[in-house]
T-cell receptor, first 111, second 113 residues
């Protein structure tokens, strides 16, 4: 069974701090996606990584796909209160028909 | 395009009642997905349509759950004889291909009392 494990589960930091959240699996994924979800809303796609070792940057967010395509990380520089939310990683299931999601990391950034 | 729309946003129902949710995907997206999310968890896959064909159903989707996508446009998810364990956020998403990012709706929050 494919599983995506995210850590930490909760993270509470002050504005301006840096942080990294992780998404790990024992399975190889052809690609991984990161989503951000605010309370009461659906997840919103941030990025898709497809190549082992790939690094993508989105303003203050840096995403990395592991060389073996079993893990990914999201690094946020100088976090802001607007970064608060649930960060989810997702990858295609073995059948390639749908995405499976991790349980997410809940980030709270206070000013 | 206004994105993925879900209706209603909130539903409170008594245990044993039937409920139906609607999802209107992005018009050019031929893939449509239903997920369920409970507090503190990531979305769990329920079912997947390609056009009007329901191609995959999760084991989470018991006999009380049924989904349709007539004419490959909007989709409905019906839950019969609701139970308190059905309380969750029901999310609909659409995409052009499974590798493409999903566009999610805002979800329907179901509370069974």
């Amino acid at each position: 069974t494919q599983l995506l494990e995210q850590s930490p589960q909760f993270l509470s930091i002050q504005e301006g701090e840096n942080l990294t959240v992780y998404c790990n699996s024992s399975s190889v994924f052809s690609s991984l996606q990161w989503y951000r979800q605010e309370p009461g809303e659906g997840p919103v796609l941030l990025v898709t990584v497809v190549t082992g070792g790939e690094v993508k940057k989105l303003k203050r967010l840096t995403f990395q796909f592991g060389d073996a395509r079993k893990d990914s990380s999201l690094h946020i520089t100088a976090a802001q209160p607007g970064d608060t939310g649930l960060y989810l990683c997702a990858g295609p299931n073995q059948a390639g028909t749908a995405l499976i999601f991790g349980k997410g990391t809940t980030l709270s950034v206070s000013s | 395009d206004t994105g993925v729309s879900q209706d209603p946003r909130h539903k409170i129902t008594k245990r044993g009642q039937n409920v139906t949710f609607r999802c209107d995907p992005i018009s050019e997206h031929n893939r449509l997905y239903w997920y369920r999310q409970t507090l503190g968890q990531g979305p769990e896959f329920l079912t997947y349509f390609q056009n009007e064909a329901q191609l995959e159903k999760s084991r989470l989707l018991s006999d009380r759950f049924s989904a349709e996508r007539p004419k490959g446009s909007f989709s409905t998810l019906e839950i019969q004889r609701t139970e308190q364990g059905d309380s969750a956020m029901y999310l609909c998403a659409s995409s052009l291909a499974y590798r493409d990012g999903y566009t999610f709706g805002s979800g329907t929050r179901l509370t069974v009392v």
